[in-house]
């Protein structure tokens, strides 16, 4: 049988493996698993191994460990290394070998677990002659169990003197050359479990992931909010611009789609009397694919009675700032090179005084829809509802072409037209815009707000709206009556926000794609 350790551990070992070169591996590989099996020690057969320490916490606690031995031995060296044979740190860990040493009767593997690696020092005179010859056996990635003491090698390493070691899973295909690692983005995002195994840094992201999630429901909780769930299939493609997923349900024999949001259940929980209420929620949309967009992803929506858009805003500059300073551990942060500034007040413009100070262009100065359409031919900014475009649209156009990659700094966007708004209440001082925000960061949209529209009759007016504008692309939209139905039993004024988890991740983890931050993104197959 082959020994594929020859070139496992070489250090000299720089080519790239080929597909010919994993599949002679592997075949080795197989044939040391027959052979285990065929002496009755299955490593696949191992139920259980009851490790007592994690690789990080050993190496926090070894140090006052050797503290507290070398102040009793009144600093004498001969004396600290009796009290280290005499009490000795005794443990017990378990993980995948990642590189090898081999020096004959003695070999240095490294162990990694989820916190950390650990160097183990393995001697045939430690662990027997017959079970160092089974361990000479063993690869690079099997999973492996190890009893022993900890000491400090000449080079100053913290090291696991191993007095056993078991094997508790076989690795059949080998691991990234030394080298090289995993380095190819579209595997690693197919394959996130290797690309975690060969990449320690792509952990630490989807740790902070969690710790970014957990402070979001923290803050929420903290200030009375109650999580909930609401469905994730629904029967009506609702009127919203996003396009949804198609499925079928085969025991009600009905068309159902995944859902595009989670606003208009919250809302009826609202009405129900619960005044604040939040999801975090997996939504689907049937959409192109880029840097920040992925057709699934997590968004956190928040909803609050007897609150306007103008307390929203404080919410989210409040959340937002103090997430960054627990998960940073400071205010300004830098993003993909470019300082950004957590910490202090975030600029807040109309979406009119936007368009006027990057821009140049004053909507107060159009007449009339007409004007506004020749502005924007002046200005060669294209208005995608042509000759039906409204001063509302055209006013959309711009900030879209001369704004948003300007906004860097966290900064609110508010007063929106109510062209682009459906869910949003008018202003009582200008019926053409609505109480609706939007803040963005590095030139992004975070996140999206509104004082919520409760007018039944409004409401239901524009889904009509929407739905005909939908069904004239051949959507098969069509209004959600019942919730509808839940605005005519009254709902309080209330504030709505939306954000992006996901986007916040990227953020704060210096991310500078959506997948980076997903364990598994949506990929085309091979």
């Known amino acids: 049988m082959a020994d594929e350790n020859v070139n496992a551990v070489s250090d000299d070992s720089v080519s790239e ?61 001969e004396a600290f290394k009796s009290l280290m044979a005499e009490n000795p740190m005794n443990v017990k860990i378990a993980g995948r070998i990642m590189t090898w040493r081999n020096m004959g009767k003695a070999n240095f593997i490294d162990v990694r677990d989820n916190t950390d690696r650990m160097q183990v020092y393995i001697r045939m005179n430690d662990i027997g002659e017959e079970e160092f010859k089974e361990f000479k056996t063993w690869d690079i990635g099997d999973i492996v169990g190890v009893e022993g003491f900890v000491f400090r090698t000449r080079t100053g390493e913290v090291t696991v003197h191993a007095k056993k070691i078991i094997l508790l899973s076989k690795s ?136 306007d858009y103008f307390g929203m805003m404080e919410l989210i500059e409040q959340m937002y700032r103090e997430i960054t300073l627990k998960i940073c551990g400071k205010g300004v942060i830098t993003y993909q090179g470019t300082e950004i500034d957590m910490e202090s007040p975030w600029e807040r413009l109309t979406m009119a005084e936007a368009v006027k100070k ?49 906004l860097i700094q966290p900064t609110i966007i508010y007063d929106y037209p109510v062209e682009n708004s459906p869910l949003a209440k008018r202003k009582p001082s200008d019926p053409a815009f609505t109480e609706r925000f939007e803040y963005f960061i590095y030139a992004r949209e975070m996140g999206n707000a509104f004082s919520e529209l409760n007018d039944p009759i409004d409401q239901r007016e524009r889904f009509v709206r929407q739905v005909e504008a939908k069904r004239a692309t051949g959507a098969n939209a069509e209004v959600d009556e019942d919730f509808v139905t839940a605005l005519e039993y009254g709902m309080p004024p209330t504030g709505g926000l939306g954000f992006g988890l996901d986007r916040l991740v990227m953020l704060l983890t210096d991310s500078p794609s959506i997948r980076d931050v997903l364990l598994f993104p949506t990929m085309k197959p091979f």
Not at 197 to 205: G, H
Not at 374 to 396: F, P, S, Y
Request: aromatic share 10%.
């Open 358 to 406: 990057y821009a140049g262009v004053d909507y107060n100065d159009w007449a009339d829809d007409e004007s506004a359409r020749e502005c924007a031919k002046a200005h060669d900014v294209e208005v995608e509802e042509g000759k039906n475009a409204t001063k509302g649209h055209v006013l959309i156009a711009f900030f879209e072409a001369f704004v948003e990659d300007k």
């Open 17 to 77: 493996q080929t597909e010919e070169d994993i599949h002679i591996l592997k075949k080795v590989r197989l044939e040391k698993l027959d052979s285990l099996k065929e002496r009755g020690m299955n490593p696949y057969e191992q139920t259980r191994f009851d490790y007592d320490s994690k690789n990080a916490e050993i190496r926090e606690k070894y140090i006052p460990y050797e503290e507290d031995l070398n102040a009793r031995s009144g600093g004498d060296a």
């Open 172 to 307: 059949l295909l080998p691991l990234p050359e030394k080298w090289h690692g995993l380095k190819d983005q579209d595997m690693r995002y197919r394959q996130r479990y290797l690309d975690l195994i060969c990449n320690p840094d792509v952990k630490d992201t989807f740790l902070k992931r969690s710790r970014i999630l957990s402070e979001v429901r923290h803050f929420l909780d903290s200030r009375g909010y109650l999580e909930v769930d609401t469905p994730v299939l629904h029967t009506l493609e609702i009127g919203a611009a996003a396009r949804p997923f198609k499925t079928h349900h085969n025991a009600l024999d009905l068309d159902m789609y995944l859902r595009i949001e989670t606003e208009l259940y919250l809302k009826r929980l609202i009405v129900g009397g619960l005044d604040r209420v939040y999801e975090v929620g997996r939504i689907f949309r049937n959409e192109g694919m880029d840097q920040s967009h992925n057709p699934e992803f997590t968004t956190v929506e928040m909803y609050q009675a007897y609150t």
